[in-house]
């Protein structure tokens, strides 16, 4: 794992979903502002910029689509616009994003409507939850989900973390970035914190996934618990 195919963005779908996405979000942001509408300093370089996605969500993606058959169901924990989970379920996975952040969220259900008027049959593939992960809206974990997180970093206590990875179990399959679970950890030697408190919660040995830097280590934890579950 962690090879990256050479697909163009074009065939991620990406550029287009960017000349789609971009003028929405640069209306909506002179329109009510970036508190209002959950961009804050985020999303706001982003649109000045106009780039829907970063390298790291690029390089996700091609990394992802050869395994497509392996994770059908892809749930992303903080899934903030829903840029990612946009890419994913236009490229034919089926996703779900979790979003706790009420402007963020109305945000990305806006942007999933205007999408499912461009192309509704590519964006049927998408959900999006305004909701704390998990949630009981949320589909169940089957036998092929994945729960991806990405940029995750928010302030939760120890106690809190173990209780969402206890959550994070029911899955067969997780795929965190290690530099940003809850807490930044840049330095590699920080980052066995990160894989300690997998442990600490019951998940096994991960195995590398794909390394880009300092823009993300993410790591595939295969979880026998949650295929059990998943399968039942």
Request: no cysteine; glycine share 8%; hydrophobic share 40%.
């Amino acid at each position: 794992m962690g090879e990256v195919s050479g697909q163009p963005d074009e065939e991620l779908w990406a550029k287009r979903l960017s000349e789609l996405v971009i003028p929405v979000l640069r209306h909506r942001l002179e329109r009510v502002g970036l508190d209002a509408s959950g961009a804050y300093n985020f999303y706001n370089v982003r649109v000045q910029r106009s780039e829907l996605f970063l390298n790291y969500e690029l390089a996700l993606a091609r990394a992802l689509l050869p395994h497509a058959g392996k994770f059908r169901q892809v749930h992303e924990l903080g899934s903030g616009f829903g840029q990612l989970m946009f890419l994913l379920g236009w490229n034919g996975f089926e996703t779900v994003g979790f979003e706790s952040d009420r402007q963020r969220a109305k945000t990305a259900r806006d942007l999933k409507g205007i999408l499912d008027l461009v192309d509704p049959e590519l964006t049927k593939n998408v959900q999006l939850l305004e909701a704390e992960f998990p949630s009981p809206t949320a589909p169940r974990p089957q036998a092929q989900s994945l729960l991806l997180t990405t940029n995750l970093v928010a302030t939760r206590t120890v106690p809190q973390q173990l209780v969402i990875l206890g959550e994070m179990r029911k899955y067969p399959y997780v795929l965190a970035d290690i530099q940003r679970f809850f807490d930044l950890r840049v330095d590699p030697a920080e980052q066995e914190k990160t894989l300690a408190l997998f442990a600490q919660a019951g998940f096994s040995a991960p195995e590398p996934f794909l390394d880009l830097g300092n823009s993300g280590r993410y790591f595939l934890f295969s979880n026998s618990d949650g295929a059990v579950r998943a399968a039942a």
